[in-house]
């Protein structure tokens, strides 16, 4: 029965709270505010709302929600996008080393002809080989 008795209470409190609201200023200039219109005195129906307005749901792609998904869905794709590029860098340094690193006899194209890395050329090239690797890979 209390919870029955509650229910109503609850569920008819805005209408018993949505009353007429009257506004005016007195002599001193001070604006106030009643439920009850002043005597003597000229007054404004404040016209209030009967029930606060209904938020509109956001629809994907609409408004400012759908503009942020979109951006963070570029976002993301230029991230994987990198990270594919980082990755495939990667293989091809981690390949090229170990040919460097395995292969003592390696020639390289210059000027349409092939030559011969010296020892020193290879373990130069060895070596920042294994610093790009260190940088850039994990």
């Known amino acids: 029965m209390r919870t029955l008795l509650l229910t109503l209470l609850i569920g008819a409190s ?16 001070v604006t106030h505010f009643d439920q009850q219109p002043p005597q ?12 606060p307005a209904p938020i509109p749901a956001a629809l994907p792609g609409s408004g ?3 503009d942020q998904k979109a951006i963070d869905d570029k976002v993301k794709k230029q991230v994987a996008e990198q ?5 495939a860098f990667c293989e091809q340094a981690r390949t090229n080393l170990a040919q460097l690193q395995n292969n003592p006899r390696l020639r390289e194209e210059v000027e349409g002809e092939l030559r011969r890395l010296s020892d020193d050329q290879r373990q130069q090239r060895t070596a920042e080989a294994q610093k790009q690797i260190a940088e850039n890979c994990q």
Do not use: E, R
């Not at 003597?40 to 029930?51: D, F, H, N, R, W």
């Open 64 to 66: 400012a929600l759908g």
């Open 83 to 87: 990270q594919n590029q980082l990755k």
């Open 14 to 29: 805005p209408w018993c709270m949505a009353g007429q609201i009257y506004k005016w200023v007195d002599a001193q200039g």
């Open 40 to 51: 003597g005195q000229s007054s404004t129906a404040v016209k209030t709302p009967s029930s």
